[in-house]
DNA sequence: TCAAAAGTGTTACTTCTACACCCATGC
DNA sequence: GCATGGGTGTAGAAGTAACACTTTTGA
């Protein structure tokens, strides 16, 4: 093999890539959400052999006029008729026996929602589209599998460090459903105390001066997260951290 | 627009993809070296309308037959001679008009490289090849200014996280070389004794028992980083942190 | 003997961890 | 009145940050 610089910059030879040379893209996410049973994911049969016994992620291919940003956002939206909804990109992954059709290289996203917004479960066209325990999911179609572990990675990294843990609850919730949220996430258990102080240092959350209805126990505080406060935070080099 | 579920899963509706689905990938690698004048990267003149007068970071088109990681290393083991570098993803920069010739979704990667093995620079299939100053590059071809900021945020964080600051040195170097390496790329100060302190409780620099030479004060030890010790210590819980 | 970087400890302060009891509510 | 989770403070340990002088070498 020739050792240096014999073939050109890729920004000075496009010209002469022809088609063969491309390929297709396509997004894929991994698709959170949260309630007392734990860390979910939605998934959708496949029926591509050989994995037709399999789930999936969801995932498109990328449009012509669409970066994979929007993609993802249009995925999302399509199939939860949901907007504005916490979305990241995680990364490449471009195996070339990854796809049984042909080589796809595709980019993984992972986002963040309210499980109570669900109705979109019943939809017709979203058949069979379902929430699936993360602790229960052994397999998937692809290598999907690979990839939610490579984004649950990721999300319990920057559940540490930004407050992302709210975009999987209720806008409106209790310190001890949040802090469940981390400990069910993370795996590992927090003290109440320490939690407590921690995020009342950060000072983000609000009460919303209401309580829980309905338990039969003494009714927890309700709490908002203060997105306007974070950001003005923020600008003075304040950083989350929990 | 319709609201559900209309369009398919990727997986199962890839056969109805065609051709004109398909788009360029390319890897664009940010090589990253570092002297005792601070942190560089390496850039080549483009000369594609409209940046001819502009630098650009090294990459290529995307094989049929590579995948991405695979197509970044070809890049750096083509363009320097050297194999066994420290690659890291970073993320996919897909704008529609990213590269003026037509739809090239990138995938940027960056390397770091021990800036005294540059003798690739002097072949002559380099021509142009060259290392700036991190700090002196206010543009550059395509966006790829964009993709070296990015890239530089990684590394930052990188760096106080990961061991990996090693790979910029000289493979034998001095505490006092490692910290102004840390200083240069964070961009703060630190502080000699502290930052000596925590280096010698992680325990996974040895020193070699050799000295500097030449030098018109006292000589410092030398020290190289022991990549099992760490290796090691990770096994136990341990992670690394500065 | 001077210049220049090497090397080395202590103290105050901050943050983290571990831990136990009373409170408000529904049944 | 009892079961259930809600809510609160303190003390010891660990880690971080700030700070100055002596040593070794070459010129």
Redesign the pocket.
């Known amino acids: 093999m020739h050792k240096f610089g014999v073939q050109g910059n890729i920004n000075t030879w496009l010209d002469q890539i022809h088609h063969e040379y491309k390929t297709a893209v396509s997004v894929d996410c991994v698709i959170f959400g949260y309630d007392h049973s734990g860390l979910k994911i939605l998934l959708i049969p496949c029926d591509m052999p050989p994995f037709e016994n399999r789930l999936s992620l969801l995932g498109d291919i990328v449009h012509p006029d669409e970066t994979t940003d929007e993609a993802a956002h249009r995925v999302l939206s399509t199939r939860t008729g949901l907007d504005d909804i916490y979305l990241e990109q995680v990364q490449v992954f471009s195996d070339l026996k990854r796809h049984p059709l042909s080589r796809v290289i595709t980019v993984s996203y992972y986002s963040l929602i309210k499980i109570e917004n669900d109705d979109f479960l019943l939809e017709k066209d979203n058949l069979g589209l379902q929430w699936k325990n993360v602790k229960d999911i052994t397999e998937l179609a692809f290598d999907h599998k690979l990839i939610m572990d490579t984004s649950l990675d990721r999300l319990k990294r920057n559940l540490r460090e930004h407050p992302i843990g709210f975009a999987l609850l209720p806008s409106v919730f209790?310190?001890?459903?949040l802090q469940t949220l981390y400990e069910s996430v993370l795996g590992f258990e927090m003290?109440?105390?320490?939690f407590?102080?921690?995020l009342g240092n950060l000072e983000i959350l609000k009460a919303t001066g209401e309580?829980?209805?309905?338990?039969?126990?003494?009714?927890?505080?309700l709490y908002y997260f203060d997105k306007e406060a974070y950001e003005e935070k923020l600008k003075n080099g304040f950083s989350f951290?929990l």
């Open positions: 209790t310190l001890n459903q003290d109440k105390r320490n407590r102080r921690k309580t829980q209805k309905d338990v039969s126990h003494r009714p927890a505080k951290g």
